[in-house]
């Protein structure tokens, strides 16, 4: 059981950067391709953890206001203990759609597929939830997020509920520099149960916490590169490792 909480987290860390971002759709007929490089670690019981994923993911405005993106990950290596962890190839590809109903604000699913893998296995994941964002100053966007996340069973049992939160602050240094900082929180609204009835997530309640500092460049009008690094933790499960991610992205404008 402590595998499958580990590997939720690890999953929870990708999904706090699952949103393409926190601001308004793009322009009728615009389209973005990204390529994300993603390391993830952390240490526990002095094991150490380490795992490269890719992801490839485009979007497009097919019609105003009306954005739909595919994801697709690609799990590199995953290694505990010097031991492979068994998540290697493809991840769970996922759809997005986001609907901009005011300049300020959207509302948006996501739906990822069933995968054969050590975590969620053969389960859907489903993303619905709003966003609200602001050019605070020329300086400041804000830009900010509510969700709630909900699975079907796995092979493992039934998956709680959770309720998240993103807020993100970019800063227009100049032109083309924008430094970031991100803060995601989720909260579980229900316990862990495995095939013969074990809960194992003290009862629901569990808070999950990230934050992340970045910047994007943009070269031109079509091209940009976007890195980031973060920390995240369970903060009220007793043990409960400090994950460190680095992303780097590659942004296309078509």
Not at 92 to 109: D, E, G, H, L
């Amino acid at each position: 059981m402590l595998k499958k909480a580990v590997l939720a987290a690890i999953l929870c860390t990708t999904a706090s950067f699952a949103s393409w971002d926190l601001f308004p759709v793009l322009e009728n007929h615009k389209g973005q391709t990204r390529f994300t490089t993603s390391y993830t670690t952390y240490t526990q019981d002095d094991n150490h953890y380490h795992a490269l994923s890719f992801y490839l993911a485009s979007r497009y405005t097919v019609i105003p206001d009306l954005e739909l993106a595919l994801n697709v990950p690609y799990n590199a290596f995953a290694y505990y203990g010097g031991n492979e962890y068994g998540i290697e190839g493809t991840g769970k590809i996922s759809f997005w759609t986001r609907y901009q109903f005011i300049p300020s604000m959207n509302v948006f699913a996501d739906i990822y597929l069933p995968e054969r893998k050590v975590y969620s296995a053969d389960s859907w994941l489903f993303n619905i939830g709003l966003q609200f964002s602001r050019n605070i100053n020329p300086l400041l966007n804000f830009g900010s997020e509510l969700a709630l996340t909900f699975s079907t069973k796995d092979d493992y049992g039934d998956i709680p509920f959770s309720v998240n939160a993103t807020i993100e602050l970019d800063f227009n240094v100049t032109e083309k520099f924008s430094p970031y900082i991100r803060t995601f929180a989720s909260l579980e609204l229900g316990e862990y149960t495995d095939d013969q009835g074990y809960q194992f997530s003290h009862g629901g309640g569990d808070f999950y916490l990230s934050s992340y500092l970045g910047a994007t460049y943009d070269f031109n009008k079509t091209f940009s590169i976007d890195a980031s690094a973060g920390i995240a933790k369970w903060v009220n499960v007793d043990n409960c490792p400090i994950f460190i991610d680095a992303n780097l992205m590659f942004l296309f404008n078509f």
